[in-house]
């Protein structure tokens, strides 16, 4: 035998018993097999063997077993697509049960596969049917080799079922069936029935897709055994190219073989897609989509639910690129373009801001409309990975697609959509948005810094930033020029560089606040300010020089003019060199400040020594050492006169034990020893100051004069001083009836109150003769200063001469008028004053008179003095290393060498070289007459 079970007896009893049930449980089975023969003997111990014996004849399937088993899967598809419960036709006694009665396992369709029996002699019956019932006779066939054919019909019924769904759009919405099976519509659907034709197809597509749920759950075995493996085969990891082309021949076979899911889906395409002479119903579908997104749009209620449902029903379908995409773009730009040209027709020109503002909500609008609903779904990931899944789940389990993430979203679309958003509705009027009288506001006026970067955004998502940038330009430039502008038509505008710095400050605000601090905006502005920095020439450096000298001078009312203080000063000499930079004429901006740095330094008005260095040091870095070498030197005088006053006062000290006191005037009046402060200047450092050409000096200063001069001829042998007395100051001690009040003045107006000593009234005439000061209207302004100033500093009278001669009594003071050479002056018996110590100002002489003029002129006289030195230094020593060079690398390498200080114009250089060609340094090369040859 082939098979033989020996059982060998326990000599326990419970034991046998037990093993003798589980012998009679066998021979029972193996009795009703028909194959098995037994052989026992007594329960003394002996052993039983038992023989199992194959079938004298093997089994086999009825004749009927795939007609009647695909029969009842066919049935119960449909009955799940027409929403009826799941019957089946049964015999009425079950020939799967023994005995006793009790069924071994669960009836199914193919149990005649155990137990034939002839059907026609029985009755039939209808009784429910489960799905797992349905799932194991798909294996049942698939394991018989029924897969293709099943897999055949299958499909056929698929298709069949997608056209009955569809065919309820003709009780629904209108649709019709034409010949050879087509569903269409007879006319595009209006906008009212838009909303309606969605909802309708949506719900077929949803009853649709639970009917391919159900089909799949049924026949995932058949996906699993005949689907997949004929893919592998058709598609293995590594082919030749000897095997591809044998396989050339069964692609259209290859093609057929796809899972039952994308063959329903495949089939509710087709049949929406295709059609004869009626409108598909796809593109009915896609046009009340389309209606409802631009209801959307235009601010309507719309259920934005029902769109992203139907959005994702196109991505299920595969109809989303090829059919929905297309048209979406082309309705949107037709949208976007007409409402754009109607938007710009009611925006004011002076409220573009407006214009911007709806561009920007409708841009957020499309991106949110994409996000919530008309970005489609790539379906190839979730229905592969659906597919993946349901195969490793057990057949009760219901499979439905998970919702898409992220990364499986067709982000092309919002790319494409915003894209059609602004070459539409914003690109075809950029130029009327950059228009002077539409920016210009916007750029000007500071609340309005949002409304420019709302400007500089939307016109960089369009690639038109170089055109802003122009706008900008323009606009810097003309602003700068306006206040350049208006300085040359009022002479006596003192704050133009305090105009330009706020300029600057709002150009640099709109920089960080709308521009986001962008580098071609940056380039912009040094270019705007470097225009209007040098667009009146020289001017613009000496005004420049005149601003840093009121911010470094020690006055705290013209300090608070200009909006300058302690804590702030440092910032605005920053902003200052700001400007500095863009100078060319940094000569001449040179020349001015070291005047008026020299008068603050010997007249002590400056704020602070500190600020004045960091100033400098300032200037240094951007223009070197040669630039500052000067002005540093005058730091340096100053601290040497300190170590020299010193050593002189204790010269006068000690002269002073040998001499009681300084002889006293003929006038009677006391005098009190005279201290003399001397700053010893070095003349290469210091500029030049107009001086009378004989000043006549009070005893008491011409005795300290010749002391100092003995004392330093004898400290410094082979040193020559020379007296700037227009730079010094006085305290003079004024005995008025009522108190004693020092004044503190100038040199000259100290002469001039001196006179008035021994004379009760003079004129004009008198005290220049009697001073030595023969400019007649330096004596005018002495005179105004100290009878025409401020209240409580008036230390003398005016008489007209016409009040001198109509009436005995003092004429009344002004406001600073013109005085006559019979106009007389006389002591202010009556003055007052609260305090001890008095400053009384001097007048400086005004911008349009001729001295200021010539001193201004000097000043630019040398500085272009200077900067011929300059050039033609820099062209000896290019030329001295070169020797030889043509004239355009020559002019580069000057401008190169020299930018630092100055920016000479080609003109000015070439006049330079042909005055060193005269004086032999240079030479014309002797066949190229643009090429200079260096002589020796």
């Given at each position: 035998?082939?098979?033989?079970?020996?059982?060998?007896?326990?000599?326990?009893?419970?034991?046998?018993?037990?093993?003798?049930?589980?012998?009679?449980?066998?021979?029972?089975?193996?009795?009703?097999?028909?194959?098995?023969?037994?052989?026992?003997?007594?329960?003394?111990?002996?052993?039983?063997?038992?023989?199992?014996?194959?079938?004298?004849?093997?089994?086999?399937?009825?004749?009927?077993?795939?007609?009647?088993?695909?029969?009842?899967?066919?049935?119960?598809?449909?009955?799940?697509?027409?929403?009826?419960?799941?019957?089946?036709?049964?015999?009425?006694?079950?020939?799967?049960?023994?005995?006793?009665?009790?069924?071994?396992?669960?009836?199914?369709?193919?149990?005649?596969?155990?137990?034939?029996?002839?059907?026609?002699?029985?009755?039939?019956?209808?009784?429910?049917?489960?799905?797992?019932?349905?799932?194991?006779?798909?294996?049942?066939?698939?394991?018989?080799?029924?897969?293709?054919?099943?897999?055949?019909?299958?499909?056929?019924?698929?298709?069949?079922?997608?056209?009955?769904?569809?065919?309820?759009?003709?009780?629904?919405?209108?649709?019709?069936?034409?010949?050879?099976?087509?569903?269409?519509?007879?006319?595009?659907?209006?906008?009212?029935?838009?909303?309606?034709?969605?909802?309708?197809?949506?719900?077929?597509?949803?009853?649709?897709?639970?009917?391919?749920?159900?089909?799949?759950?049924?026949?995932?075995?058949?996906?699993?055994?005949?689907?997949?493996?004929?893919?592998?085969?058709?598609?293995?990891?590594?082919?030749?190219?000897?095997?591809?082309?044998?396989?050339?021949?069964?692609?259209?076979?290859q093609q057929r073989t796809r899972p039952l899911w994308e063959v329903g889906i495949d089939s509710l395409r087709r049949h929406m897609t295709t059609t004869t002479t009626q409108i598909t119903v796809a593109s009915a579908f896609i046009h009340s989509l389309l209606q409802l997104i631009q209801r959307d749009r235009d601010g309507q209620?719309?259920?934005?639910?029902?769109?992203?449902?139907?959005?994702?029903?196109?991505?299920?379908?595969?109809?989303?690129?090829?059919?929905?995409?297309?048209?979406?773009?082309?309705?949107?730009?037709?949208?976007?373009?007409?409402?754009?040209?109607?938007?710009?027709?009611?925006?004011?020109?002076?409220?573009?801001?407006?214009?911007?503002?709806?561009?920007?909500?409708?841009?957020?609008?499309?991106?949110?409309?994409?996000?919530?609903?008309?970005?489609?779904?790539?379906?190839?990931?979730?229905?592969?990975?659906?597919?993946?899944?349901?195969?490793?789940?057990?057949?009760?389990?219901?499979?439905?697609?998970?919702?898409?993430?992220?990364?499986?979203?067709?982000?092309?679309?919002?790319?494409?959509?915003?894209?059609?958003?602004?070459?539409?509705?914003?690109?075809?009027?950029?130029?009327?948005?950059?228009?002077?009288?539409?920016?210009?506001?916007?750029?000007?006026?500071?609340?309005?810094?949002?409304?420019?970067?709302?400007?500089?955004?939307?016109?960089?998502?369009?690639?038109?930033?170089?055109?802003?940038?122009?706008?900008?330009?323009?606009?810097?430039?003309?602003?700068?020029?306006?206040?350049?502008?208006?300085?040359?038509?009022?002479?006596?505008?003192?704050?133009?560089?305090?105009?330009?710095?706020?300029?600057?400050?709002?150009?640099?605000?709109?920089?960080?606040?709308?521009?986001?601090?962008?580098?071609?905006?940056?380039?912009?502005?040094?270019?705007?300010?470097?225009?209007?920095?040098?667009?009146?020439?020289?001017?613009?450096?000496?005004?420049?020089?005149?601003?840093?000298?009121?911010?470094?001078?020690?006055?705290?009312?013209?300090?608070?003019?200009?909006?300058?203080?302690?804590?702030?000063?440092?910032?605005?000499?920053?902003?200052?060199?700001?400007?500095?930079?863009?100078?060319?004429?940094?000569?001449?901006?040179?020349?001015?400040?070291?005047?008026?740095?020299?008068?603050?330094?010997?007249?002590?008005?400056?704020?602070?020594?500190?600020?004045?260095?960091?100033?400098?040091?300032?200037?240094?870095?951007?223009?070197?050492?040669?630039?500052?070498?000067?002005?540093?030197?005058?730091?340096?005088?100053?601290?040497?006169?300190?170590?020299?006053?010193?050593?002189?006062?204790?010269?006068?000290?000690?002269?002073?034990?040998?001499?009681?006191?300084?002889?006293?005037?003929?006038?009677?009046?006391?005098?009190?020893?005279?201290?003399?402060?001397?700053?010893?200047?070095?003349?290469?450092?210091?500029?030049?100051?107009?001086?009378?050409?004989?000043?006549?000096?009070?005893?008491?200063?011409?005795?300290?004069?010749?002391?100092?001069?003995?004392?330093?001829?004898?400290?410094?042998?082979?040193?020559?001083?020379?007296?700037?007395?227009?730079?010094?100051?006085?305290?003079?001690?004024?005995?008025?009836?009522?108190?004693?009040?020092?004044?503190?003045?100038?040199?000259?107006?100290?002469?001039?109150?001196?006179?008035?000593?021994?004379?009760?009234?003079?004129?004009?005439?008198?005290?220049?003769?009697?001073?030595?000061?023969?400019?007649?209207?330096?004596?005018?302004?002495?005179?105004?200063?100290?009878?025409?100033?401020?209240?409580?500093?008036?230390?003398?009278?005016?008489?007209?001469?016409?009040?001198?001669?109509?009436?005995?009594?003092?004429?009344?003071?002004?406001?600073?008028?013109?005085?006559?050479?019979?106009?007389?002056?006389?002591?202010?018996?009556?003055?007052?004053?609260?305090?001890?110590?008095?400053?009384?100002?001097?007048?400086?002489?005004?911008?349009?008179?001729?001295?200021?003029?010539?001193?201004?002129?000097?000043?630019?006289?040398?500085?272009?003095?200077?900067?011929?030195?300059?050039?033609?230094?820099?062209?000896?020593?290019?030329?001295?290393?070169?020797?030889?060079?043509?004239?355009?690398?020559?002019?580069?390498?000057?401008?190169?060498?020299?930018?630092?200080?100055?920016?000479?114009?080609?003109?000015?250089?070439?006049?330079?070289?042909?005055?060193?060609?005269?004086?032999?340094?240079?030479?014309?090369?002797?066949?190229?007459?643009?090429?200079?040859?260096?002589?020796?």
């Amino acid at each position: 035998p082939k098979f033989q079970l020996s059982i060998h007896h326990s000599r326990k009893k419970g034991k046998v018993r037990i093993i003798n049930n589980i012998m009679a449980s066998t021979l029972t089975k193996a009795a009703r097999s028909g194959g098995a023969t037994t052989k026992s003997s007594s329960m003394t111990g002996t052993t039983r063997k038992i023989k199992i014996k194959p079938y004298s004849r093997p089994p086999s399937i009825p004749a009927n077993f795939y007609d009647r088993t695909s029969s009842i899967l066919l049935e119960a598809t449909l009955a799940i697509l027409r929403h009826e419960p799941l019957y089946c036709n049964d015999n009425a006694k079950d020939d799967g049960e023994d005995d006793g009665g009790t069924r071994t396992r669960p009836y199914s369709p193919t149990s005649s596969l155990s137990s034939p029996t002839n059907s026609s002699q029985q009755l039939l019956q209808k009784r429910p049917i489960s799905r797992e019932e349905l799932y194991r006779s798909v294996e049942d066939l698939c394991i018989h080799k029924f897969g293709a054919k099943l897999y055949q019909q299958v499909t056929l019924a698929i298709h069949d079922a997608a056209f009955e769904s569809l065919a309820r759009l003709t009780l629904t919405a209108g649709a019709v069936i034409v010949d050879a099976g087509y569903i269409g519509f007879p006319s595009l659907p209006s906008s009212s029935s838009a909303e309606s034709l969605l909802q309708s197809i949506q719900q077929i597509y949803r009853e649709y897709t639970d009917y391919l749920f159900f089909v799949r759950s049924i026949f995932l075995y058949l996906d699993r055994s005949y689907v997949i493996p004929q893919g592998q085969q058709l598609h293995p990891p590594q082919q030749s190219a000897a095997l591809q082309s044998q396989q050339q021949q069964g692609q259209q076979q290859q093609q057929r073989t796809r899972p039952l899911w994308e063959v329903g889906i495949d089939s509710l395409r087709r049949h929406m897609t295709t059609t004869t002479t009626q409108i598909t119903v796809a593109s009915a579908f896609i046009h009340s989509l389309l209606q409802l997104i631009q209801r959307d749009r235009d601010g309507q209620i719309v259920d934005r639910s029902l769109l992203r449902d139907a959005v994702r029903m196109l991505s299920e379908l595969h109809l989303y690129q090829d059919f929905f995409l297309t048209p979406l773009l082309e309705t949107s730009a037709a949208y976007y373009s007409n409402e754009g040209n109607r938007v710009m027709e009611t925006t004011s020109a002076s409220d573009i801001s407006s214009f911007l503002k709806h561009v920007e909500t409708r841009l957020d609008q499309c991106h949110e409309s994409c996000v919530e609903y008309l970005e489609g779904v790539d379906t190839t990931t979730s229905t592969t990975t659906s597919t993946t899944t349901a195969n490793v789940l057990p057949p009760s389990t219901p499979t439905k697609l998970e919702p898409p993430s992220s990364a499986s979203r067709y982000h092309g679309t919002r790319k494409a959509l915003l894209a059609v958003v602004e070459n539409n509705l914003l690109k075809p009027h950029v130029d009327v948005i950059l228009s002077p009288q539409n920016c210009f506001p916007l750029f000007q006026d500071k609340e309005r810094t949002s409304d420019v970067r709302r400007m500089y955004v939307l016109l960089n998502r369009i690639g038109c930033q170089n055109q802003l940038n122009a706008a900008f330009y323009q606009y810097a430039r003309n602003s700068g020029l306006e206040i350049v502008q208006q300085e040359k038509e009022d002479p006596q505008q003192k704050d133009v560089v305090a105009k330009l710095l706020q300029w600057k400050s709002d150009l640099d605000t709109a920089l960080m606040e709308a521009f986001d601090s962008q580098e071609q905006f940056q380039a912009t502005i040094r270019a705007s300010v470097e225009c209007v920095m040098n667009v009146r020439g020289h001017k613009m450096s000496e005004w420049l020089a005149k601003h840093v000298d009121e911010v470094l001078r020690g006055g705290a009312s013209s300090r608070s003019k200009l909006g300058v203080d302690d804590s702030n000063i440092e910032a605005k000499l920053e902003d200052i060199m700001v400007l500095f930079r863009r100078l060319h004429a940094k000569d001449v901006f040179e020349k001015f400040h070291q005047r008026d740095l020299s008068k603050r330094l010997l007249q002590g008005k400056s704020s602070s020594i500190d600020l004045e260095r960091s100033f400098l040091s300032k200037l240094k870095a951007e223009c070197g050492t040669a630039y500052t070498s000067k002005m540093e030197g005058m730091f340096k005088d100053m601290e040497l006169s300190k170590e020299i006053i010193a050593q002189y006062s204790d010269f006068v000290r000690d002269a002073a034990a040998k001499k009681a006191m300084l002889k006293s005037s003929g006038s009677g009046i006391r005098q009190s020893t005279v201290e003399m402060d001397v700053h010893v200047l070095t003349t290469g450092y210091w500029p030049q100051f107009p001086q009378p050409k004989s000043i006549k000096l009070p005893e008491e200063l011409k005795a300290h004069v010749s002391k100092f001069e003995s004392y330093y001829d004898n400290k410094y042998q082979g040193r020559r001083i020379s007296w700037q007395y227009s730079l010094c100051t006085c305290v003079v001690k004024a005995n008025f009836p009522g108190k004693q009040v020092d004044l503190t003045l100038t040199l000259y107006q100290a002469l001039v109150l001196r006179c008035f000593n021994e004379n009760d009234t003079l004129r004009i005439p008198q005290i220049m003769e009697q001073t030595g000061i023969g400019d007649r209207a330096e004596v005018e302004r002495l005179l105004q200063s100290l009878s025409q100033g401020k209240v409580g500093t008036r230390v003398l009278i005016m008489k007209p001469a016409a009040a001198t001669e109509g009436s005995s009594s003092p004429g009344i003071n002004s406001s600073k008028k013109s005085i006559s050479d019979f106009d007389e002056f006389c002591y202010n018996s009556g003055f007052t004053s609260k305090l001890n110590r008095l400053k009384i100002p001097s007048i400086v002489a005004k911008d349009t008179s001729a001295n200021a003029g010539d001193d201004a002129a000097k000043l630019h006289e040398a500085a272009s003095r200077d900067r011929a030195y300059l050039i033609d230094a820099a062209v000896v020593r290019i030329m001295k290393a070169r020797k030889s060079l043509s004239h355009r690398d020559l002019v580069m390498e000057i401008m190169s060498q020299v930018k630092h200080v100055s920016k000479p114009s080609s003109t000015e250089i070439k006049k330079r070289i042909e005055g060193l060609m005269e004086r032999e340094y240079l030479e014309r090369n002797a066949t190229d007459n643009t090429v200079y040859n260096y002589m020796a």
